[in-house]
């Protein structure tokens, strides 16, 4: 979640389930390096402290 809701995206991978499972980690991982450069970090921190998200 983040301070201005929450976030989805669906991914259709092949191959076998470990490989699935570390493109997926990797994905993940990059689109939340991706949303959250969108806020300063003062602004998350804010939001979790308020009770908007949790960390």
Known sequence: ASPVGVWAKQLHLRGDRASNRRRATTAALDWMRRKLRKY????VFAAADSGSIDV
């Open 40 to 43: 300063k970090i003062e602004e």
